[in-house]
């Protein structure tokens, strides 16, 4: 990227710097003025509190930040969830005394893009804000993909069973590039379900998110069947419970892929809270059991407590059978919340799917109710499989099993 093009997006940053350290200060701050001489700083003193830094937050906050983290490490990398927890896009350049693996790998879990090592100089800034000046014009760019993230209101709700449905209705649909993403770091199971074997995992995109492309992306994600699938580890890593932000992430997969599906854990904790905010549309998750659902009401509580919009948020009621458990109109009176969709409970498709590691069919229940999900979340799709149907020389035939309604 040109230096000129750096400058021109610079232009539009306003750069925090946090550091109570005043010799890191007056090393960096000339380095700023001189190669992003548009970008105003401000300067903080001190680590702020995670009850302060909601002062940073709105469209007048900072969107470029410099954190020292050499005076003080332990109280700086929690600083890095609690900045993007309220400001999400805001791009955090960690600064280092050392290039140490360990402390990289820690504020990278955390949320930071790029880091400066000590002693600082033009070279090290003109690299890091190229790298980010690229990721801002990737983002800003067309088409921007669409993001489905599916949360159980509880364990064992069928969340990533038909998160993995609904990537597979996509790809079956026609959508040229689909992504199934497993972003529990705890309990994934996209790798099981989908019998697949998980060389490398979404924490191998976080450790090069700062020099992520299409080539190194490709060789991280798994190909079954034309679809692209992102694991989760296969096993719990050390440090998987200081992810706190999953943005940067979420926003790369939106400028490679037509559709992503997240599959992701619980609502609960900055991590997932990240996938929520980045995403166009929340699928919450649920059965007409009353354990489930009062899960669930304790879900919509927090993601609104949280400021995730409730226009985004979509009730899925799953594995309803309307010979037990709640009704929908006892749901909706209780939840206050319409039931998006009704997934009804289709044991022997599921089953069958499940063992032979393949898509439900698309002529069971559960099949067309995905599709009728999928149709709700993006018609757009639905057309394009109009249109193959129609086109086809088998499309009398195909229709019967594409229908949805």
């Not at 969830?81 to 050392?98: F, R, T």
């Not at 690229?134 to 159980?152: D, H, I, N, R, W």
Request: net charge neutral; charged share 20%; with cysteine.
């Amino acid at each position: 990227m040109a230096r000129a093009d750096i400058s021109a997006l610079a232009g539009s940053w306003k750069a925090l710097l946090i550091s109570p350290n005043r010799t890191i200060v007056n090393e960096l701050t000339p380095l700023l003025s001189q190669h992003l001489p548009n970008t105003p700083v401000f300067e903080l003193q001190s680590y702020p509190t995670r009850q302060s830094v909601t002062e940073f937050s709105g469209s007048k906050g900072p969107n470029l930040c410099f954190l020292d983290l050499i005076t003080d490490v332990e109280r700086a990398v929690p600083l890095i969830g609690d900045l993007l927890a309220v400001q999400p896009a805001l791009k955090i350049i960690v600064l280092l005394a050392s290039k140490d693996p360990d402390i990289i790998l820690r504020t990278v879990r955390q949320g930071a893009v790029e880091f400066l090592v000590r002693p600082f100089d033009p070279e090290q800034l003109e690299s890091a804000c190229k790298r980010i000046a690229s990721l801002e014009q990737a983002t800003q760019g067309e088409p921007q993909g669409k993001v489905f993230s599916l949360f159980p209101a509880k364990g064992a709700c069928g969340s990533s069973t038909l998160a993995s449905s609904l990537a597979q209705y996509y790809k079956r649909v026609g959508v040229k590039k689909t992504l199934l993403a497993d972003l529990d770091p705890l309990t994934g199971t996209l790798s099981f379900l989908h019998k697949l074997k998980a060389n490398y995992s979404f924490l191998d995109v976080l450790s090069r998110i700062s020099m992520m492309d299409a080539d190194v992306w490709k060789g991280i994600v798994a190909q079954q069947n034309g679809l692209d699938i992102l694991l989760a580890p296969d096993t719990v890593n050390n440090g998987v419970g200081e992810l706190t932000d999953a943005s940067a992430l979420v926003t790369f997969a939106r400028t490679l892929y037509e559709v992503s599906v997240i599959d992701a854990g619980s609502v609960y904790g900055d991590w997932n809270l990240t996938i929520a905010r980045h995403s166009d549309q929340v699928l919450l998750v649920t059965t007409n059991e009353l354990p489930a659902l009062q899960a669930a009401q304790r879900a919509l509580s927090y993601l609104e407590s949280q400021r995730v919009s409730n226009s985004r948020v979509r009730l899925i009621v799953n594995r309803y059978n309307k010979e037990y458990g709640l009704s929908r109109e006892v749901i909706e009176t209780a939840l206050h919340c319409e039931v998006f969709q009704l997934v009804p409970s289709d044991y022997e498709a599921l089953q069958t799917a499940l063992l032979d590691g393949r898509a439900v069919p698309a002529n069971s229940p559960l099949g067309k109710s995905v599709s009728q999900l999928g149709e709700l979340l993006m018609p757009r799709a639905a057309k394009s499989e109009q249109a193959r149907t129609r086109t086809s020389p088998l499309s009398g035939l195909l229709s019967l099993f594409s229908r949805t309604r």
